[in-house]
């Protein structure tokens, strides 16, 4: 694991592209065709990027597609969202073969 702190995607939407570049969240909101509401919330760090988020950023501040999905997919790695621990707190042996699939019964 790196030593660098998680950021959020809305983080660096606000430090990286709203703030240098003098746009309002309302003004991004209408430029990717999003709710104001949604583009604060994403900010905020209180809502994540989706497919349909990433495309719309993408087209409204020129960033390349996926660059949001990747930083957020970076995010919930890095942070361990949606990661459910292992009962016990242990660690499974790793699967190195595959178990022999049971034949299928024949369609009539």
Do not use: Y
């Not at 994540?48 to 999905?69: E, H, I």
């Not at 970076?74 to 022999?100: H, Q, Y």
Request: hydrophobic share 40%; proline share 6%; charged share 25%.
């Amino acid at each position: 694991m790196k030593n660098v702190p998680t950021i959020h995607p809305g983080e660096v939407l606000r430090k990286q592209f709203l703030t240098p570049m003098g746009i309002s969240q309302s003004a991004l909101a209408r430029t990717a065709s999003m709710s104001p509401v949604h583009i604060n919330n994403i900010v905020l760090g209180r809502r994540d990027v989706t497919v349909d988020t990433d495309a719309r950023l993408a087209a409204a501040l020129g960033t390349d597609k996926c660059f949001w999905l990747e930083l957020q997919a970076e995010f919930d790695l890095e942070s361990g969202k949606g990661v459910k621990k292992i009962e016990g707190g242990t660690r499974r042996g790793v699967l190195t073969s595959l178990p022999a699939a049971s034949p299928r019964p024949a369609s009539r």
